[in-house]
Each structure stands twice: as structure tokens, then as C-alpha cells.
């Protein structure tokens, strides 16, 4: 037993110290020097060599989306690169598919910089920027969940669609030795273009839930680039739209209810909101109030961990309980959905099954 152990403490340090060494030699005797990287044909950069293709780019204020903050655990940073990119790493291979691989999408955060790259973006990521803003605001929404009000600084605008994120930037602070970017979607509507609201759940021991939680408060500066995202309203047709969500996945359906009414958008829409107890619910004046000033609007809040002892005379169980109960087919359906993975995967195959077909279901897992 005790050899067993010895032996996989010795092969643990040995990988662990040449790890180290590789990094060491990679950062000093490698020297890139200045590096091309043309993008779409037309706009050229020249970087120092030697770091991520994410973050050099995020130095020209150029900003892929990257929800993990460049740790290769969201797939979310995907560019095309034509060339220079060298062999695909493994750490890229779960993200990609077949397709991507065969038109050289690759993992931006996984990629160095070593030689000319030419590389492809979508045209509006030239659009997103990098925002100082000012906490307004900070509400508490439940024990675990605040509301930010960040407001731009006076000249600035940020123009979004509704239902798109910010990627919200967490200083270096006690306990954290980098900046470090998470992703969160806006809350406010695209009218309000000098702020945005954001909803943000505590993660025990996250990076950024802890800086927003435990250190922010009102009257501080933060640092935020956007808008991203594919998730967002629809507004090339008029199907009645499903919405759910659980917890903070409120966030960009808000932006969305808000976007409806201020352009008086005549669509049926019900909005399922899942919760486990009724502690774990919050806006519920400001969600019941869409029902009266919006076209034809209903809201199912629901309940997951009802007991005795909680007086509620709402719908019980998780949401794609209620969805099961209150939607019959999918015809001339369309569905918003935004919360946990597993509460996307459930509720995606219920509402396949009742018949909105794959292509009709927007989703922002988180
Ligand atoms: C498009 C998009 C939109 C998003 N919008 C919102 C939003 O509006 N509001 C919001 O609160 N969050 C949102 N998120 C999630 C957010 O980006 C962060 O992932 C989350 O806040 C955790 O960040 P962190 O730095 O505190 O945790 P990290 O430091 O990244 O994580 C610490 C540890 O906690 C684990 N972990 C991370 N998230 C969770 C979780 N939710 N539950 C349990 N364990 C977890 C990680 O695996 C890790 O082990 C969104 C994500 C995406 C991709
Ligand atoms: S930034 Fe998350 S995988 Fe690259």
C-alpha cells in the first residue's frame, strides 16, 4: 500500500515539476517576437508572440467570447483560423465538432500566438467594447442572488439585442491572483442604453460570484465588454413565444418582457418560472404586473420543494411539470429557455416531444 502511495506521490511531483519546467522554457527561451494576425482578409495587427490568441486579441480590444475567462472549459471562444494555427490541441477536441474541425474553427483561448496567423470573426465582434461602469445599485433578490444596476460612464451607450450577455471582469483581490472574466446576461432592456442590470447568483468559492457578493459595493467601478450572444429575441415572426427559466436564467427573459412592452409587441407569451421554495422566488410583483400591461401574457411561477409548512396555492413541481400540464401541442410555438443544464436538457425534450421543433428552442445554458 504505502509503495503504491510513495510511487504515485514521485510520478505526481515529477509531471507536476516538468510541467513547470516546459511552461518556464516556453515563457523564456522562446522568444516569438512581433506577430502578424490578419483577420477577415483586411484588418491587420501586429502582438508580441507568446500568448493566448484570446487575449492578444483582447489587447487590440478585440473581444471573443469567453465565458470560462480563457480556462477551456465553455467552448465559447471559437474563431476560424485560416493559418499559422498549428496542430488542434486535445484540450480543443470536446468543444469542436467535425464540421468546425473541417473549416479550421479553432479554441481561441487554447491557441498561442507563435507565428502570422490570418484568422476569421463575425463582422460584429468588431462591435463589442470594453465599458467602465459604476455600481448604482445592489439589491438583494433572494440570500444568494443581487441585482446590479451598472451605469455607463455619461457619453457612453451600450446597443444590444434582448437577450444577449456582458462579460463582467472580476479584479485581482484577496483570494484571487488574476482578472478574471465570467459571462452574465442583461437584465435592463436595449432602451436603457447608459446602464445595464445584471442578476448574479453566489457561487461557493466562484471567482466572480464572490468579488460581486462578498467585496462590490455601491459607488464602485467595474470593467465589462459586450454585448455577445446568439440567444436573443426573434423578431422576424409572431409565434406565441414559451419562456422558462430557473433562477438567475431570469435575467435575459426580463430584458425580453421589457423589450415586448415598450414596443408594444403584440405576441402570447408565458413565462414558466422555476423555483424550489417560495424563499427562492423574487420580481414577482414586477413579473404579475406583465400580465396586465403586456398583449396576452400569462406567468406560471412553480415550485419544486413545497411542504406543509409553506402557504402556496401556485403550480407545484419543476417546470417542465407545468409545460407538460399547460401546453397541448407546438404548433406555431417558439420556446426562450435559460437556467442549468439539466433543467435545459429536460425541458428541450418535453417541449421536442410536444412538437417545436429543435430549431424554434433558444437556449443559454448556465
Ligand atoms: C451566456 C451566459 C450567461 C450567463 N448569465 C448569468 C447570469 O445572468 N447570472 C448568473 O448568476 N450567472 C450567469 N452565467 C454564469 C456565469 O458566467 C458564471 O459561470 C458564474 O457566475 C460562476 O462564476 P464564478 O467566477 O463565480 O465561478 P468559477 O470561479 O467559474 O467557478 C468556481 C467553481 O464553481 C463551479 N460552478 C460554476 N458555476 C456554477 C453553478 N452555477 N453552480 C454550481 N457550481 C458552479 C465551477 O465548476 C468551479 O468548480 C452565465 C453564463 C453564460 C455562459
Ligand atoms: S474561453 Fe472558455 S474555452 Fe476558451
Same mark, same amino acid.
Given at each position: !500500500?504505502?509503495?503504491?502511495?510513495?510511487?504515485?506521490?514521485?510520478?505526481?511531483?515529477?509531471?507536476?515539476?516538468?510541467?513547470? +519546467?516546459?511552461?518556464? %522554457?516556453?515563457?523564456?527561451?522562446?522568444?516569438y517576437?512581433e506577430v502578424k494576425i490578419?483577420?477577415?482578409?483586411?484588418?491587420?495587427?501586429?502582438v508580441e508572440g507568446g500568448s493566448s490568441l484570446l487575449s492578444s486579441l483582447?489587447?487590440?480590444?478585440? @473581444?471573443?467570447?469567453?465565458?470560462?475567462?480563457? /480556462?477551456?472549459?465553455?467552448?465559447?471562444? /471559437?474563431?476560424?483560423?485560416?493559418?499559422g494555427g498549428?496542430?488542434?490541441?486535445?484540450?480543443?477536441?470536446?468543444?469542436?465538432?467535425?464540421? $468546425?474541425?473541417?473549416?479550421?474553427?479553432?479554441?481561441s483561448?487554447?491557441c498561442k500566438v507563435k507565428q502570422e496567423l490570418?484568422?476569421?470573426?463575425? &463582422?460584429?465582434?468588431?462591435?463589442?467594447?470594453?465599458? #467602465?461602469?459604476?455600481?448604482?445599485?445592489?439589491?438583494?433578490?433572494?440570500?444568494?442572488?443581487?441585482?446590479?444596476? +451598472?451605469?455607463? /460612464?455619461?457619453?457612453?451607450?451600450?446597443?444590444?439585442?434582448?437577450?444577449?450577455?456582458?462579460?463582467?471582469?472580476?479584479?485581482?483581490?484577496?483570494?484571487?491572483? #488574476? #482578472?478574471?472574466?465570467?459571462?452574465?446576461?442583461? *437584465?435592463?432592456?436595449?432602451?436603457?442604453?447608459?446602464?445595464?442590470? =445584471?442578476?448574479?447568483?453566489?457561487?461557493?468559492?466562484?471567482?466572480?460570484?464572490?468579488?460581486?457578493?462578498?467585496?462590490?459595493? $455601491?459607488?464602485?467601478?467595474?470593467?465589462?465588454?459586450?454585448?455577445?450572444?446568439?440567444?436573443?429575441?426573434?423578431?422576424?415572426?409572431?409565434?406565441?413565444?414559451? !419562456?422558462? *427559466?430557473?433562477?438567475?436564467?431570469?435575467?435575459?427573459? =426580463?430584458?425580453?418582457?421589457?423589450?415586448?412592452?415598450?414596443?408594444?409587441?403584440?405576441?402570447? %407569451?408565458?413565462?414558466? @418560472?422555476? *423555483?424550489?421554495?417560495?424563499?427562492?422566488?423574487?420580481?414577482?410583483? $414586477?413579473?404579475?404586473?406583465?400580465?396586465?400591461?403586456?398583449?396576452?401574457?400569462?406567468?406560471?411561477?412553480?415550485?419544486?420543494?413545497?411542504?406543509?409548512?409553506?402557504?402556496?396555492?401556485?403550480? /407545484?413541481?419543476?417546470?417542465?411539470? *407545468?409545460?407538460?400540464?399547460?401546453?397541448?401541442?407546438?404548433?406555431?410555438?417558439?420556446?426562450?429557455?435559460?437556467?442549468?443544464?439539466?433543467?435545459?436538457?429536460?425541458?428541450?425534450?418535453?417541449?421536442?416531444?410536444?412538437?417545436?421543433? &429543435?430549431?424554434?428552442?433558444?437556449?443559454?445554458?448556465?
Open positions: !500500500m504505502d509503495t503504491i502511495l510513495i510511487t504515485t506521490i514521485t510520478i505526481t511531483s515529477i509531471t507536476g515539476v516538468l510541467a513547470f +519546467l516546459l511552461t518556464l %522554457a516556453d515563457r523564456t527561451i522562446n522568444n517576437g490578419t483577420i477577415n482578409d483586411e484588418k491587420e495587427y501586429v483582447m489587447e487590440q480590444q478585440i @473581444f471573443i467570447p469567453s465565458a470560462c475567462g480563457g /480556462k477551456g472549459t465553455c467552448g465559447y471562444c /471559437k474563431v476560424k483560423i485560416l493559418e498549428g496542430p488542434v490541441l486535445p484540450t480543443e477536441i470536446p468543444f469542436l465538432t467535425e464540421d $468546425e474541425l473541417k473549416q479550421s474553427v479553432r479554441l483561448c487554447q490570418k484568422i476569421q470573426i463575425p &463582422e460584429e465582434l468588431f462591435n463589442v467594447k470594453e465599458y #467602465e461602469a459604476t455600481v448604482e445599485s445592489i439589491e438583494d433578490m433572494t440570500s444568494v442572488i443581487k441585482k446590479l444596476r +451598472l451605469r455607463l /460612464k455619461e457619453d457612453e451607450e451600450i446597443n444590444f439585442k434582448p437577450g444577449q450577455y456582458i462579460q463582467l471582469k472580476a479584479p485581482i483581490y484577496k483570494g484571487n491572483d #488574476e #482578472e478574471v472574466y465570467r459571462a452574465y446576461s442583461i *437584465a435592463s432592456p436595449p432602451s436603457q442604453k447608459n446602464y445595464i442590470d =445584471l442578476i448574479i447568483g453566489y457561487v461557493p468559492n466562484g471567482i466572480v460570484t464572490t468579488y460581486v457578493h462578498k467585496f462590490l459595493n $455601491e459607488g464602485d467601478t467595474v470593467y465589462l465588454n459586450g454585448p455577445y450572444g446568439e440567444f436573443c429575441y426573434q423578431d422576424d415572426n409572431d409565434r406565441e413565444m414559451i !419562456m422558462v *427559466a430557473v433562477g438567475t436564467g431570469i435575467a435575459p427573459i =426580463l430584458s425580453i418582457l421589457n423589450y415586448l412592452r415598450e414596443n408594444n409587441i403584440k405576441r402570447k %407569451a408565458t413565462f414558466y @418560472f422555476g *423555483a424550489k421554495t417560495p424563499d427562492d422566488l423574487f420580481l414577482l410583483d $414586477e413579473l404579475k404586473n406583465f400580465e396586465e400591461t403586456l398583449f396576452d401574457f400569462k406567468f406560471i411561477p412553480t415550485l419544486s420543494r413545497i411542504t406543509e409548512e409553506h402557504s402556496w396555492s401556485g403550480e /407545484k413541481g419543476r417546470v417542465n411539470n *407545468a409545460i407538460e400540464k399547460y401546453i397541448m401541442d407546438g404548433e406555431n410555438k417558439e420556446a426562450y429557455l435559460c437556467g442549468n443544464p439539466p433543467m435545459i436538457d429536460t425541458v428541450v425534450s418535453v417541449l421536442k416531444k410536444i412538437g417545436i421543433p &429543435e430549431e424554434l428552442i433558444f437556449f443559454d445554458k448556465f
